[in-house]
C-alpha cells in the first residue's frame, strides 16, 4: 500500500505497528502495537478476521513482518511502502 493510499484509507483500516516502544512512544497513529522481536511469540492475539496494515519507520521491517505473517496464513494484510517516514513526507 502506498502513503497515498494509506492516507486515504486511514480510517478504515486496522494498523499493526511493529516498531520498537520507543519509536511507539515518540510516535503513534494508534492502531495494534507488537514490536516485530516478540511478533510470533504474540500472533495469537492478531485477529485473522481484520483488514491489517503493517507499519513501520522505513517500510522495511514491515515487509518481513508482512512476509512473516502471510507465511502463517494471514490473507487480509498489507503494508506500508516506505513507512511512516513516506506517510509523513506527503
Known sequence: MTAAEFKADLTQ?????????????DFNLGGFHVPLDVLLGRIDEISREKNWVIICYNGTQSLIALRLLKAKGFTQIDHLEGGLEAYLSL
Open 13 to 25: 483500516v486496522n494498523l499493526l505497528d511493529i516498531r520498537t516502544p520507543r519509536e511507539w512512544d
